[in-house]
Every structure is written in C-alpha cells, then in structure tokens.
Antibody, heavy 117, light 113 residues
Framework: EVQLVESGGGLVQPGRSLKLSCAAS????????MAWVRQAPKKGLEWVAT????????YYPDSVKGRFTISRDNAKSSLYLQMNSLKSEDTATYYC??????????WGQGVMVTVSS | DIVMTQSPFSLAVSEGEMVTINCKPS????????????LAWYQQKPGQSPKLLIY???TRQSGVPDRFIGSGSGTDFTLTISDVQAEDLADYYC?????????FGSGTKLEIK
C-alpha cells in the first residue's frame, strides 16, 4: 500500500524558513517523480514543486521559484521542501504527492504551515 | 500558463440526480503525439486529501464508481456524476497536466439537498 506521510509543519514568522519532509513507502520511491501541492485555508489546490527521479530536474511555479527548493533522498525514500523567505500567503496545508505523467495519483494526509507574526 | 476555468462554483442536488461540472483550459490539452488529453479530475471530501477520479479526460482510476464519467477534448471538458449519492458530497477540481506550471481549476462544491 502506497503511503506518504508529511511532517515538519508549524507556525513560523514571515521571512523565516521551514523544511517539510515526506516519508514514502509501499512503492519503489526512486522510480517515481515526486511533488508538493498546497491548499490555503478554504481555498483551492496549487501545485508547488516537482522533482525528477534522480533529483537532477526540478520544476516550480513563479509564486515560489527562488524561495522554495524541492529535494529527495532516494536511499531514505524521503522527499523534502525547503521553504525560505516565507510570506503570509504561503499559509496552507502542504501535501506530498506522487505524480504519474504529472497527474497526482497518491497524496499524503497533508501538513499545516502557518506564516504569521 | 494554462488557465483552467471551472464552473459552476457550487451546486446542490438531491440524491439520484445527475450533475455536470465543466472545465475549460485556455489552450488545448490534446497531445498530438499520443492523442491523449492531459486533464484529470479530483474529489476532495471534507477534511480529506484529494482523490484522483479520472485521468486522460475519460479514464476512471481503479476503484472509482462508474457513475463518475469524464468526457471532452481539447479545450472543453466535463465531469458527470450520475445517480448522485450522499457520499459524493465534496469539492471537485480539474487539473491540467499537459505542461508546467501544472494548474488546477478553482473547484466546484457539491452539496446534497
């Protein structure tokens, strides 16, 4: 059974940093692209980042490019999202997701990030 | 960027009725290489993570009831839910996975009368 478990969320002040983690199991992690998707409170879904199997290619929307960095450790079956220069508009539930041809077929339960002073 | 225009914002129906949700991308999602439309539909029940219902515009994900039907091509797509059940109470989103940046529709809230 595919499982994706996020951790690392919490309350952080504007301008500070936070790193999210996602522990994957139930599939061969190194064979799959991985991604992060977020959802602001009472709002819709927004794709945040995607990383290739080896980690050599990464993709971001303009809203987070230059501030967020997606990475992975295939030996640990883990995915990460380093978030720097956080803004109030980054407040959201962050989901770890597994893409298949860029559609997300498995999702974690999500982790909440609140950016507030 | 491909803008996904989704409608309606919300709708309320009684059990047993049929609903239709629309999604119109700002450019075609049809790949000339494999003739597939890179459009997916998701269901998000209250307090839960999104769940993949439909991909390639009309292919149901394993385990999804056949009352969920995806259709359309190019720049005009529809999710039809026939014989709506109380358990279908949820938000529904379309996603274009044709090109980066990947973009979602704004969502449709389905309420059961």
């Amino acid at each position: 059974e595919v499982q994706l478990v996020e951790s690392g969320g919490g309350l952080v002040q504007p301008g500070r940093s936070l790193k999210l983690s996602c522990a994957a199991s139930g599939f061969t992690f190194s064979n799959h692209y991985m991604a992060w998707v977020r959802q602001a409170p009472k709002k819709g879904l927004e794709w945040v980042a995607t990383i290739s199997t080896s980690g050599s290619r990464t993709y971001y929307p303009d809203s987070v490019k230059g501030r967020f960095t997606i990475s992975r450790d295939n030996a640990k079956s883990s995915l990460y999202l380093q978030m720097n220069s956080l803004k109030s508009e980054d407040t959201a539930t962050y989901y770890c997701a597994r893409p298949d041809n860029n559609r997300f077929d498995y999702w974690g339960q999500g982790v909440m990030v609140t950016v507030s002073s | 960027d491909i803008v996904m225009t989704q409608s309606p914002f919300s709708l309320a129906v009684s059990e047993g009725e049929m609903v239709t949700i629309n999604c119109k991308p700002s450019q075609s999602l049809l790949s000339s290489g494999n003739q597939k439309n890179y459009l997916a539909w998701y269901q998000q029940k209250p307090g839960q993570s999104p769940k993949l219902l439909i991909y390639y515009a009309s292919t149901r994900q394993s385990g999804v009831p056949d009352r969920f039907i995806g259709s359309g091509s190019g720049t005009d797509f529809t999710l039809t839910i026939s014989d709506v059940q109380a358990e279908d109470l949820a938000d529904y989103y379309c996603l274009q996975h044709y090109s980066y940046p990947l973009t979602f529709g704004s969502g449709t809230k389905l309420e059961i009368k």
